[in-house]
């Protein structure tokens, strides 16, 4: 573990300032960083559904029209609410490492074998601190993040569908029997392993500003 966390908190570390750069920079900027984004998730996608061209097809699609929401969103929004929803995802991802690491203990499911109980426990706990500390460290206007219950009920919401992202990624990897999707990150695997989360937690929150 502590080799895997080692390689995972480096790449954390040099990958987090260069993501919010682009977020906070915004304007073309962001529009580059993301249409980089979705070209290298789009390729690692491809490449670890070998066989079925339909299932290639219809997940860049997905990726495209996530990725378009998550522009939407931000183009919306200021960049606090965007770095607010990705401290949730990285918070439950790492707390869902840290606690199913340390404290083990049933397994989750077998479409992803290393998540445990614990793990999703632990990701509710982290989500929730780091994004409680984010709220009332900035500040928001809107009326909801004045609420205690709302943010409770809010950072939950978002954390669960970031769970769920990693776990239908990891579906997808387990049947075309690849342990990553790709090479690019030490200790995370590729790109689409780092952000499994975040590419469905986006077009929910973009759907529900919308709607």
């Keep these: 573990m502590t080799e895997e966390f080692y390689k995972r908190s480096l790449s954390t570390i040099v990958l987090i300032p260069i993501s919010f750069f ?25 490449k670890m559904i070998k ?4 299932l290639k097809f219809l997940g860049v699609i997905y990726l495209f029209c996530s990725f378009y929401a998550t522009f939407k969103f931000r183009e919306n929004f ?15 991802d790492l707390g869902g490492y840290v606690f199913g690491k340390t404290l083990k203990g049933p397994k989750l499911t077998k479409i992803s074998p290393k998540k445990t109980y614990a793990g999703v426990l632990g990701s509710f706990i982290l989500s929730l601190i780091a994004g409680s500390v984010f ?7 809107d009326k909801i993040y004045n609420d205690d219950l709302s943010i409770f009920l809010l950072i939950l919401f978002f954390s669960l569908i970031s769970q769920l992202g990693d776990l ?3 579906y ?3 049947k075309s029997k690849v342990k990553d999707t790709g090479k690019i990150l030490p200790g995370h695997g590729g790109l689409l392993d780092r952000i499994d989360g975040m590419i469905f937690v986006f077009p929910t929150c973009y759907l529900l500003s919308i709607l």
């Design 172 to 174: 997808f990897k387990r």
């Design 22 to 46: 682009f977020i906070i920079k915004g304007s073309i900027f962001f529009n580059i960083f993301l249409i980089l984004l979705f070209f290298a998730t789009s390729y690692e996608w491809v």
């Design 78 to 92: 200021n960049y606090y609410e965007f770095l607010l929803i990705i401290t949730i995802c990285i918070f439950t």
């Design 51 to 54: 066989k079925n061209n339909l």
């Design 168 to 170: 239908i990624i990891s």
């Design 135 to 141: 709220i009332n460290f900035i500040s928001f206007d």
